[in-house]
T-cell receptor, first 112, second 115 residues
Framework: AQSVTQPDIHITVSEGASLELRCNYSYGATPYLFWYVQSPGQGLQLLLKYFSGDTLVQGIKGFEAEFKRSQSSFNLRKPSVHWSDAAEYFCAVETGGFKTIFGAGTRLFVKA | DAGVIQSPRHEVTEMGQEVTLRCKPISGHDYLFWYRQTMMRGLELLIYFNNNVPIDDSGMPEDRFSAKMPNASFSTLKIQPSEPRDSAVYFC?????????????FGPGTRLTVL
């Protein structure tokens, strides 16, 4: 069955520290992969997407993600976290057709 | 562009009442999606439309839920009668094209509370 796993329900990092949010997916074919961010009371905003080509993709707000087919992973990274990055982050896989499967989300807390 | 517009932003109603949520997609987008977000189930796709036609409504939880898209710029999600377990945030999203070519753009959501 198709699924997306974000193993960390929440993560706390210090401001200025690096960040990596994990995402693993289960899908038989090459997936279309996304990371979204949701601030409290807001909708989902696209951070970055992978369709094909270079497996390291750059997104907005200084985020990047790397697609690793052998590990079925699409981890999100940022070299230096800002307090404004505190939010919930969702990894998503678009399967055949228009079905998008979202992970359960990882809530990021940033401490001063 | 104003983005995807949803109204109301918050809705509080009593069990048994009819609830109508509204969505205006981004102009020119051919696809419209309705999602529900809850703590227990996360983000779930309820239904999506292509060129105003419902394509897949397999995510609609039960007959109390219905969705329409009378024209390219407006869609509604109706719950009748509403129940406390329908309390959730409902998102509308639209996209311009096919998978692998673009992504969805989400509205701010409607937070529904059924007492």
């Amino acid at each position: 069955a198709q699924s997306v796993t974000q193993p960390d329900i929440h993560i706390t990092v210090s401001e200025g520290a690096s960040l990596e949010l994990r995402c693993n997916y289960s899908y038989g074919a090459t997936p279309y992969l996304f990371w979204y961010v949701q601030s409290p009371g807001q909708g989902l905003q696209l951070l970055l997407k992978y369709f094909s080509g270079d497996t390291l993709v750059q997104g907005i707000k200084g985020f990047e993600a790397e697609f690793k087919r052998s590990q079925s992973s699409f981890n999100l990274r940022k070299p230096s976290v800002h307090w404004s990055d505190a939010a919930e982050y969702f990894c998503a896989v678009e399967t055949g057709g228009f079905k998008t499967i979202f992970g359960a989300g990882t809530r990021l807390f940033v401490k001063a | 562009d104003a983005g995807v517009i949803q109204s109301p932003r918050h809705e509080v109603t009593e069990m048994g009442q009819e609830v109508t949520l509204r969505c205006k997609p981004i102009s020119g987008h051919d696809y419209l999606f309705w999602y529900r977000q809850t703590m227990m189930r996360g983000l779930e796709l309820l239904i999506y439309f292509n060129n105003n036609v419902p394509i897949d409504d397999s995510g609609m939880p039960e007959d109390r839920f219905s969705a329409k898209m009378p024209n390219a710029s407006f869609s509604t999600l109706k719950i009748q009668p509403s129940e406390p377990r329908d309390s959730a945030v409902y998102f509308c999203a639209s996209r311009p094209g096919l998978p692998g070519t673009d992504t969805q753009y989400f509205g701010p959501g409607t937070r529904l509370t059924v007492l």
